[in-house]
């Protein structure tokens, strides 16, 4: 009998607060302004710096930068927007926002995420837009098509929202020329509590972002403040970001290097235990690049060994459940072998910062115990 895990074994995926976040709030809220303010603007020159990009622009959630993404893309209705089902539901959701047409892409198992000739296999005349899912925080590198991408006018939007502070190569993803989407929710490798920001191309696709995510509102900073002269030049929603998310963020990013080390430490910890478990195949984030967001396997019996180590008190998760056979997409059903297999085999082991290594032990050992009385052990290799 294996002992019970610790807490940290129950919970599938945690915010975890560095110490200043509260009193940063804090001072937000004594200040009282609460909207956009000088915060959120040190929080995107901070973001900027880090991850050496020029600008960085920051709303109110990563499903808020997607939409953002692609109006600023020009994507419209009657564009293809070529787009992995496996992936959260909010990627999906933004193609729809913008009236345009998802076509499913299929994965490649061993790392969940597209690659260049699965893109391809998905492009038509009508494509106008590619958006990668960096998968567990896995850079996607699209360089063999690339000049083919941008001879269709084809534009890449990454959804970074798993990869804040990965590597692509040697630079940081958001760096090597895409329009890349990151997401701060609760459980992402830095949060705000929400929140958001986009990785602009050039400096006019900045400033459409900024008008954008302010109801289209433009204001000089003289205008700043007198609400009585204001212009409205174009479309826009209210997506920007509050100065009480952007004091969460700042307080996040000063301890964000023990939190790349943390991330790694412990995926490097799971793939260590998990080396001597028949029947189980990791998900490969590459962690010498990466800052690991998740740590997934695939399993025969999934459910089964779902339901097992649930009731051992181990917070087992799916991620995801895929997009082409949700109620909402049917349209755009394909079929996607690869994706679907993954559908029914992949686990998601408990992953954030409060874990140890014990924790990461244990939770191995339960699932080798699930997988046995499933009859799942030595299915794999
Ligand atoms: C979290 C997430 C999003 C959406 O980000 P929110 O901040 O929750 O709106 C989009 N895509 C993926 C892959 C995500 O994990």
């Given at each position: 009998m294996i002992s019970p895990s610790g807490p940290?074994?129950?919970?599938n995926a945690s915010p975890y607060l560095h110490g200043r976040e509260a009193a940063a709030v804090a001072c937000v809220l004594e200040s009282g302004q609460y909207g956009h303010t000088e915060v959120t603007e040190e929080f995107e020159r901070r973001v900027a710096e880090f991850l050496g990009v020029r600008d960085a622009v920051a709303v109110m959630s990563g499903t808020a930068a997607l939409h953002t993404a692609l109006l600023t893309a020009g994507i419209r209705p009657g564009h293809e927007v070529v787009v992995?089902?496996?992936?959260?539901?909010a990627t999906v959701q933004a193609i729809l926002a913008v009236g345009a047409t998802p076509v499913f892409a299929d994965i490649d198992p061993a790392t969940l995420c597209v690659t260049d000739q699965l893109v391809m296999d998905a492009?038509?005349?009508?494509?106008a837009a590619v958006m990668p899912v960096l998968f567990g925080g896995r850079a996607v590198d699209l360089t063999p098509i690339r000049k083919d991408l941008d001879a269709r006018r084809i534009a890449v939007i990454e959804d970074a929202a798993h990869a804040f502070?990965?590597?692509?190569g040697a630079r940081r993803?958001?760096?090597?020329?895409d329009l890349t989407c990151f997401s701060f929710g609760p459980?992402?490798?830095?949060?705000?509590?929400q929140g958001g920001i986009l990785i602009p191309r050039t400096e006019a696709e900045a400033d459409m972002i900024r008008s954008i995510r302010m109801l289209g509102v433009v204001q000089s900073q003289a205008e700043?403040?007198?609400?009585?002269n204001y212009r409205v030049e174009g479309f826009g929603l209210r997506y920007q970001m509050s100065g009480i998310n952007a004091a969460i963020g700042l307080a996040q990013l000063d301890h964000f290097e023990e939190a790349e080390t943390t991330r790694r430490n412990l995926w490097l910890a799971y793939r260590r235990s998990l080396?001597?478990?028949?029947g189980v195949q990791l998900i490969d984030v590459d962690p010498d690049r990466s800052v690991p967001h998740l740590c997934q396997v695939l399993v025969a019996h999934r459910d089964e060994v779902h339901e097992q180590m649930t009731a051992r008190g181990i917070g087992v998760g799916v991620h995801y459940p895929p997009n082409h056979l949700q109620p909402a997409f049917?349209?755009?059903?394909?079929?996607?072998p690869a994706t679907e297999r993954v559908g029914l085999e992949v686990l998601t082991l408990p992953f954030h910062q409060h874990l140890t290594e014990k924790d990461i032990d244990q939770v191995v050992a339960v699932l080798g115990q699930a997988l046995k009385t499933v009859g799942a052990s030595g299915t794999r290799s």
């Open positions: 940290g074994a129950q919970r992995p089902a496996m992936t959260f539901c492009v038509t005349a009508n494509t502070g990965s590597r692509n993803v958001g760096a090597t020329g459980i992402k490798n830095l949060t705000c509590g700043r403040g007198r609400t009585t080396a001597g478990l028949d049917a349209r755009w059903r394909r079929d996607l």
